[in-house]
């Protein structure tokens, strides 16, 4: 069965640093997402994207965060100058069309020191 | 208001029996309802989507959703220990960004 998968599953950095998440969706699917969690909180959303640009982002997503699609298959988030505060699960996710079930990839989990 | 509202619990069902989760949520505009499942330290794993009112039956799971009440439910017949995680409730607009909002959770525990 198809899924998302994310790289690296766990990264330690000093604070800021910047920090690049990857993540392969599903092949066949057009929407992309990134959503964070801070342990013991809910899960936020971050970002969406299709077709090659950002549909929306949260208050969270400020001018550290940006996100791209190199090519066919990666999609990634980086973080250009990380803070403390952006220790979190981090989790990408794919769906094919708006509404559709979003799965989700099994996290990377930040430790900003 | 917080947009998707759960009772963080824990729920504590003893083994075999049935388990009710429950989940309201803010924004009348909200069209596609959720149900993921997540352990501790893992990610998100989808149980059940419902899109229109009524019941909506996965095997052991039932979802719920009253649109009128702003109400989504969720039900576990035959418990297992392995059900013991915590239950996401999450929904979304379909709006462009089709951005999902999820509640901070349930946590279940089945008592063996």
């Known amino acids: 069965e198809p899924e998302v998968t994310q790289t690296p599953s766990h990264q330690v950095t000093q604070m800021g640093q910047e920090v690049i998440l990857r993540c392969v969706p599903i092949?066949?699917?057009?929407?992309f997402y990134w959503y964070r969690q801070i342990l013991g909180q809910k899960v936020e959303f971050l970002v969406s994207f299709y077709n090659n640009e950002i549909s929306e982002k949260s208050e969270i997503f400020d001018d550290q965060f940006s996100v791209e699609r190199p090519d066919g298959s990666n999609f990634t988030l980086k973080i250009r100058s990380t803070k403390l505060e952006d220790s979190a699960m981090y989790f990408c996710a794919s769906n094919g069309g708006a509404g559709e079930t979003q799965y989700f990839g099994p996290g990377t989990r930040l430790l900003v020191l | 208001q917080k947009e998707v509202e759960q009772n963080s619990g824990p729920l504590s069902v003893p083994e075999g029996a049935i388990a009710s989760l429950n989940c309201t949520y803010s924004d009348r505009g909200s069209q596609s309802f959720f149900w993921y499942r997540q352990y501790s330290g893992k990610s998100p794993e989808l149980i059940m989507s419902i899109y229109s009112n009524g019941d909506k039956e996965d095997g052991r799971f039932t979802a719920q959703l009253n649109k009128a009440s702003q109400y989504v439910s969720l039900l576990i017949r035959d418990s297992q220990p392995s059900d013991s995680a915590t239950y996401l409730c999450a929904v979304n607009k379909l709006n462009r960004d089709d951005k999902i909002i999820f509640g901070k959770g349930t946590r279940l525990h089945i008592l063996p």
């Open positions: 092949s066949n699917h057009l929407y």
